[in-house]
């Protein structure tokens, strides 16, 4: 069946570090793909999306290109902040709006 | 603004007691989902509705219930018969039909705690 296997955390940097938090996927079809970010006590808020191979979702300085060759879909952003600490998922939308979750990384930046 | 709308933010429960969270959202999607969300782990899937007045049980049902009586709305009942409900419950709902893919969005969530 359908799945997402994301890194696991958590993961600490400094500030101003490059940030990559990889994400695989298994899939029929042609899913898409997303990533999403949850601050502590908050619901999940969409960060980016990619719905075919090769495209490129990106928002707030973060970006994942949907990989279909290596069934991929990482998150990196060039310069983390501290206000980026958060808890991130990678998530597949398949056929019949069925969504599957990784189990979330969490991102501590330091200043 | 267009939104999902979960209440209460906190709710606590005694022993034996039923209590309802509401999920109410004005995106017009057809399709919801209730989740739940144990502290530092992901997502398990409750319960999910496709339209009105069909509803389909998820990984985690037993102990829950739920109604689709409009578009807009998706209660979610905790029962007695859940045993460790203590948890963070998240309502989402999702696009459908769309030509390049669809995409799921969460309310705030609303934190339950058996006292």
């Known amino acids: 069946g359908d799945s997402v296997t994301q890194m696991e955390g958590p993961v600490t940097l400094s500030e101003e570090a490059f940030l990559t938090i990889n994400c695989t996927y298994t899939a029929t079809g042609y899913p898409s793909l997303f990533w999403y970010v949850q601050y502590p006590g908050e619901g999940l808020q969409l960060l980016l999306k990619?719905?075919?191979?090769?495209d490129k979702g990106s928002n707030k300085g973060f970006e994942a290109t949907y990989r279909k060759e290596t069934t991929s879909f990482h998150l990196e952003k060039g310069s983390v902040q501290v206000s980026d600490s958060a808890v991130y998922f990678c998530?597949?939308?398949?056929?019949?709006?069925?969504?599957?979750f990784g189990t979330g990384t969490s991102l501590t930046v330091i200043p | 603004d267009g939104g999902i709308t979960q209440s209460p933010k906190y709710l606590f429960r005694k022993e034996g007691q039923n209590v309802t969270l509401s999920c109410e959202q004005n995106l017009n999607h057809d399709a919801m989902y209730w989740y739940r969300q144990d502290p530092g782990q992901g997502l398990r899937l409750i319960y999910y509705?496709?339209?009105?007045?069909?509803?389909q049980k998820g990984d985690i049902a037993e102990g829950y219930s739920v109604s689709r009586e409009k578009k807009e709305s998706f209660p979610l009942t905790v029962t007695s018969a859940q045993k460790n409900p203590t948890a963070f419950y998240l309502c989402a709902s999702s696009t459908t039909g769309g030509v390049s893919g669809n995409t799921i969005y969460f309310g705030e969530g609303s934190w339950l705690t058996v006292v």
């Open positions: 509705s496709q339209i009105v007045n069909d509803f």
């Open positions: 998530a597949l939308g398949a056929a019949g709006n069925q969504f599957y």
């Open positions: 990619a719905t075919k191979a090769d």
